[in-house]
């Protein structure tokens, strides 16, 4: 019999990254299905007393590896550290963070303790005590329903921003247990980390995306984009052809081959709609297209179409928004 | 340098997702093969990992004999030997099955680096590496956007939400990775090249060669399966905001339907 499920948190320069939230939001509702406790596995350096914020969401009870080596995810000091505690209990269930650093993590560690995977999930289903997970396969083409083998433990990273993230509830308290960490021989290092302070939203974690095509000529003109993104609190993002250009950084692409997306709304700007970029963010909530050619194929997926040139409708538009945001 | 990388063939990204009758797999037929692009960005950092430091690049496969082709496209961009491992047993695998075969396969080329894909673009698991490098004991740096090597250690840029880390690890060492094509930019095949390939020796595996049997690696032994497909929900076509407004009125008329009808701002 099972004893527990685990939900594994993400803890970078200082707090918790919000999808650590999210993943014990998640894996409280599979606990409760089976009527078991939760514990959570907080790894980095200075977690202490953060730690019982992850109570907040429904862990139980929190294990922390504190220790400076771990001030950065490096898999050889992580893996081991997360599998000697999994491997002292039996969980029904680990879930993770389908972060950058999560993926890494939950892949080394599926190897470590021989079991299945299902990766960047975007819903869990526990029937009668069966559990489930549904993954999106080729960038969000076609969906994935997956279902592990008997005995074996289902591991379940979870995509950022697409799970129900319930409301902190600060009368919930966790234990906190702090574990001796005994780190293993390393190979491997952190030599720095460069964190961008800026406060730019993080495609994969925005609500609202503005996007930039071929159709704005040139990387100067970005910036009409980046004021009207200032003006909703958006993160700004760019198809593959103005990357190849130069015009934006790689990390911005959103596509196939880019980063897949899934905001409230996605305001594709001089995008013509390739297959390989609808791929990326075709699970948008809301998509709306500004395109000087009424037969972009982008038009037959967006909500709200715009046919006029860009340098034209996009500052229009963003003095439309402040307007609308200095009277509400 | 002796250089691995791990290739995976995937359909074109063009390509139009079916379901197949059985409702858990895709319609192969008709589709286009290509070298996962995340694959053939290994393929080029490790053609200049040996343009530095001299050696051989050997490409690891798995898949049926179709994979033969992207194994020489991968020959004529300048890689030196290819191995297939084609064996039916894999068909059904889970990546941990994948990954013990390939690790087999690595462990037998005694490499100083391997490098492969951060993720593959059909069934995205991103396991592939990392599960490997566990397999073999080795440290691995993943999602690379720059790679650099001195022979006895790879040091890499990996981008994390809201910035980077730079890692290193000594050799021998898996990296996977990640960037663009605009990072990358993996050179195409030159007709010369393509002539070269076709005499370049290509060997063709069993799992029994690497000393694997079908329920180590094959459908028995995985862990986890795909149990039923579904496609996305339909988008509906929208609406195109016109009504004769000139810009400025079309402008406000989004911002409503943006704020009042979807209230998404
Ligand atoms: C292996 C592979 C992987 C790929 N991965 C990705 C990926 O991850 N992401 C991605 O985006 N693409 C990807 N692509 C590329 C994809 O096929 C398209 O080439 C690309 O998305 C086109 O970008 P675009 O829409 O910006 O450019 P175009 O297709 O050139 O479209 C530009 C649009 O801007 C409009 N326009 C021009 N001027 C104006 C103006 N003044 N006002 C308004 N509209 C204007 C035009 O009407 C046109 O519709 C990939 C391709 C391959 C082969």
Redesign the pocket.
């Given at each position: 019999m099972a004893d527990c499920v685990v939900s594994i948190a993400e803890f970078r320069a200082g707090n918790f990254r919000r999808v650590s939230f999210e993943v014990a939001s998640e894996a409280r509702k599979v606990a409760d299905a089976l009527n078991l406790p939760l514990y959570g596995i907080a790894v980095g350096c200075g977690v202490g007393e953060k730690a019982v914020e992850l109570g907040y969401y429904g862990v139980d009870k929190v294990f922390v590896a504190d220790d400076a080596a771990l001030e950065n995810y490096v898999p050889e000091l992580y893996v081991p550290v997360v599998a000697s505690l999994i491997e002292q209990w039996q969980p029904a269930a680990v879930f993770l963070p389908a972060s950058v650093d999560g993926k890494d993590l939950s892949a080394r560690l599926a190897a470590r303790l021989q079991t299945g995977l299902a990766q960047d999930c975007i819903q869990v289903v526990c029937d009668g005590g069966v559990i489930k997970a549904k993954r999106p396969i080729f960038?969000g083409k076609c969906l994935a329903w997956c279902e592990w083998a008997d005995g074996a433990l289902p591991m379940i990273s979870c995509r950022p921003n697409v799970m129900d993230c319930q409301a902190a509830d600060a009368t919930r308290q966790a234990q906190v247990e702090k574990v001796p960490v005994d780190l293993p021989e390393a190979r491997s290092q952190a030599l720095g980390v460069e964190l961008d302070t800026t406060g730019k939203v993080e495609l994969t974690e925005a609500e609202i995306i503005v996007s930039?095509?071929?159709?704005?000529?040139a990387a100067e003109n970005f910036a009409i984009l980046e004021q009207l993104a200032k003006e909703l609190g958006a993160a700004v993002g760019?198809?593959?052809?103005?990357?190849?250009a130069g015009w934006r950084p790689h990390s911005d692409?959103?596509?196939?081959?880019?980063?897949v997306v899934n905001p409230n709304l996605y305001i594709?700007?001089?995008?013509?709609?390739?297959?390989?970029?609808l791929?990326?963010m075709g699970s948008s909530k809301y998509i709306v297209a500004?395109?000087?050619?009424p037969e972009?194929?982008?038009f037959t997926k967006a909500d709200y179409g715009i046919v006029?040139?860009?340098?034209?409708?996009i500052p229009a538009f963003t003095e439309e928004v402040r307007k609308m945001k200095s009277t509400c | 340098m002796n250089i691995v990388v791990l290739l995976k063939q995937t359909p074109?990204?063009?390509s139009v997702i079916r379901i197949a009758p059985d409702g858990q797999s895709i319609v192969t037929q008709d589709l286009k093969w290509?070298i996962n692009?995340y694959d053939e960005f290994a393929v080029e950092a490790a053609l200049r990992l040996k343009e530095k430091h001299g050696g051989t690049v050997t490409i690891v496969s798995w898949g049926p004999q179709r994979v033969v082709e992207s194994v020489r496209t991968a020959l004529a961009m300048g890689a030196d030997k290819g191995v297939l491992l084609d064996d039916e047993a894999l068909e059904g695998s889970d990546s941990l099955g994948v990954a013990r075969a390939l690790a087999a396969a690595v462990q037998g080329l005694e490499p100083d680096i391997v490098l492969c894909g951060s993720r593959a673009?059909d069934y995205d698991l991103a396991q592939r590496g990392p599960m490997v490098a566990e397999l073999l004991g080795w440290p691995h740096l993943g999602l690379a956007v720059s790679l650099e090597s001195d022979g006895s250690t790879v040091t890499i840029e990996r981008p994390i939400e809201g910035g980077k880390v730079t890692l290193q690890a000594s050799l021998p060492a898996l990296v996977t990775m990640g960037g663009?094509?605009a990072v990358w930019n993996p050179r195409y095949a030159s007709l010369p090249g393509i002539m070269k390939a076709k005499k370049k020796p290509l060997e063709m595996k069993k799992l029994a060669d690497l000393g694997l049997s079908a329920d180590e690696c094959g459908a028995q032994a995985a862990k986890i399966r795909i149990v039923s497909l579904e496609m996305p929900p339909e988008r509906k076509p929208g609406r195109i905001i016109d009504d004769g407004l000139d810009t400025e009125g079309k402008a406000a008329a989004l911002v409503k339907a943006l704020h009042e009808e979807a209230k998404v701002i």
């Open positions: 960038a930039g095509g071929r159709g704005m000529k760019a198809s593959r052809a103005a990357v190849d692409q959103v596509g196939q081959t880019g980063k594709a700007v001089g995008i013509s709609g390739a297959i390989q970029h791929a990326g500004v395109n000087k050619d972009a194929p982008i006029e040139d860009l340098f034209k409708f | 074109d990204t063009e290509i692009p673009v663009s094509h």
